[in-house]
């Protein structure tokens, strides 16, 4: 694989709503930095210095998209949510177009009843945009085997976000490709490569987190008439491994015991190991990736002084770009916490 890290030239263009029209083109960038999380709005901020185009662009809040292209492909998108001029430079602040589902109530309410979670989130994603389709959102979503039920009444005034974040947190995580909000399995989640020693520019921090860490969760649901639906899992093998590690979680969502109990479940199993994770890893050129496969959710192979190697999630990737520089970095999240680990 020819290695491409580290030597990408970016432009800048800047979009009405939706993409279909373009103001500008080729805009020249001086420096951005691009944030991508797995399950959160991912953010830009763009830098241009042109006398020229402080003057005449057009790139106002909501009514604007920010489209950065690396080596000609498009590489982000999403709507302007700010700007500032200082002299002759402009600074463009950005969010992709999942951006909109924290800014769009659910208008039409919502009722659905033992489907899969990931289908919950795509339909929050087009309950949002059936008033005003004009950011041209698509969603497409792949199961992951939790059924969930749920309601989200107009009249709650609820945004949109909330039922995507429900989903979320039932086990269908979600990223942002383009304009297509990926749901589930619907995701990319495959091997995108194997990191080690001199793939790494700087040598990143390995950290341990393990007061996140359950091995028995209690979810207790909307009380009702006195009545509250609770729901009770655990994870033996976790157990016996790490010690009774118990918490308690509230979900007023849930209105049956057996809803309660399947979403302590799915926090169980994303708990059950105490979080091992690299911080802010910046890849070399020499890194046998790509950059367009460093997408959130895709999974890793990484060697790291002082924890060997971890068969790893991405949780993050951050690109900056200054004149004649790139630097990528992850965020890596240890697949089965320090089961992930093999050898030290």
């Not at 390995?206 to 509250?228: C, F, M, P, S, Y």
Request: aromatic share 6%; net charge negative; glycine share 10%.
């Amino acid at each position: 694989m020819t290695a491409t890290l580290g030597c990408g030239d970016w432009t800048c263009a800047i979009l009405r709503r939706g993409g279909v029209v373009v103001e500008e083109l080729d805009v020249p960038v001086a420096s951005a930095t691009i944030t991508r999380r797995v399950s959160q709005t991912s953010e830009a901020t763009i830098d241009i210095q042109s006398a020229r185009l402080c003057e005449t662009i057009t790139a106002r809040s909501w009514s604007h998209e920010a489209a950065l292209y690396r080596d000609g492909s498009l590489a982000w998108v999403g709507p302007i949510v700010g700007r500032r001029i200082s002299g002759d430079r402009l600074t463009l602040r950005a969010r992709d177009v999942s951006a909109w589902l924290s800014r769009r109530f659910v208008r039409s309410s919502i009722s659905v009843v033992g489907v899969d979670a990931a289908e919950l989130g795509a339909v929050a994603v087009d309950a949002a945009m059936l008033v005003d389709a004009s950011p041209r959102i698509v969603v497409d979503w792949g199961a992951v085997g939790v059924r969930v039920s749920r309601t989200y009444r107009a009249e709650d005034y609820q945004y949109a976000m909330v039922a995507l974040d429900d989903a979320r947190d039932n086990g269908a995580d979600w990223v942002v490709d383009g304009r297509a909000v990926l749901v589930g399995s619907a995701r990319p989640t495959g091997v995108v490569g194997a990191v080690w020693g001199e793939h790494w520019a700087d040598e990143p921090d390995v950290e341990e987190d393990g007061l996140a860490a359950a091995t028995r969760i209690v979810v207790a649901g909307k009380r009702t008439n006195h009545v509250q639906p609770v729901g009770v899992f655990e994870d033996g093998d976790a157990t016996a491994r790490w010690g009774l590690l118990e918490q308690r979680f509230q979900d007023d969502t849930a209105t049956t015991s057996s809803t309660a109990a399947e979403s302590a479940r799915v926090a169980v199993d994303q708990r059950s190991a105490p979080v091992v994770f690299v911080a802010s890893g910046t890849l070399s050129a020499a890194a046998p990736v790509a950059y367009g496969d460093l997408v959130p959710g895709a999974r890793l192979s990484a060697t790291v002084r002082g924890a060997g190697t971890i068969d790893s999630v991405i949780v993050a990737v951050t690109t900056r770009i200054a004149p004649g520089s790139e630097g990528v970095a992850v965020d890596l999240e240890a697949v089965g916490g320090i089961g992930g680990l093999s050898g030290a």
